[in-house]
């Protein structure tokens, strides 16, 4: 299991849940188990979020190892301008 932290706007999504537990070995496994256990988070992750694991940024690709016990936060994603 992952434990995934959600940014401020996104628990009222959750139910109010700042952190939520999904099964997931990679980054496109963690988005999918995330919008299977709270379908409501399809239209911020289709917007655009990043992952951080254990501190890196993970802004593209699907396929990005989660190690287990790391240390998993969902982000909106920056734009720049």
Do not use: C, F
Not at 12 to 38: D, F, I, N, Y
Not at 52 to 77: C, F, H
């Amino acid at each position: 299991m992952v434990e995934v932290h959600l940014w401020s706007g996104l628990r009222s999504l959750t139910g109010g849940l700042a952190v939520v537990e999904v099964e997931a070995k990679t980054t496109g496994e963690l988005l999918r188990a995330l919008v299977r256990a709270h379908p409501q988070l399809q239209a911020p992750i289709d917007a655009g979020v990043s992952i951080a694991i254990n501190g890196r940024v993970i802004a593209t690709g699907l396929t990005e190892p989660i190690p287990e016990g790391s240390e998993v936060y969902l982000m909106q994603r920056l734009r720049g301008g």
